[in-house]
Nanobody, 118 residues
Framework: QGRLVESGGGSVQTGGSLRLSCPLS????????MGWYRQPPGKQRELVAT???????DYGDSVKGRFTISRDTAKNEVYLQMNSLKPEDTAVYYC????????????WGQGTQVTVSS
């Protein structure tokens, strides 16, 4: 059974960059969507970015133009490149995948903390 384990979180100053990684191995069914979500302190979890198996992407309004989701099929990992980070990007970031097509199953990682200081 696959597990999602995010890495790459940490503390940076405003304007800095981080890249989050999430290995995708161990899932028996085809992955149809990969995504990153985040939960800021005291707030609800929100969409950051998604990437479908067809290559379609979607981003939350607050990260458009600054964050990029991508996948390395050779390494079987999904990434979130975060540039021009702001204090409001501070959150726990979660990797999520959806497997299957006719019937789907969602899997979540345990999260990785990103802290942006001013």
């Amino acid at each position: 059974q696959g597990r999602l384990v995010e890495s790459g979180g940490g503390s940076v100053q405003t304007g800095g960059s981080l890249r989050l990684s999430c290995p995708l191995s161990g899932f028996g069914r085809a992955i149809n969507t990969m995504g990153w979500y985040r939960q800021p302190p005291g707030k609800q979890r929100e969409l950051v970015a998604t990437l479908t198996s067809r290559g379609n992407t979607d981003y939350g309004d607050s990260v458009k133009g600054r964050f990029t989701i991508s996948r390395d099929t050779a390494k079987n990992e999904v990434y979130l490149q975060m540039n021009s980070l702001k204090p409001e990007d501070t959150a726990v970031y979660y990797c999520k995948i959806t497997t299957g097509f006719a019937t789907t199953i969602d899997y979540w990682g345990q999260g990785t903390q990103v802290t942006v200081s001013s």
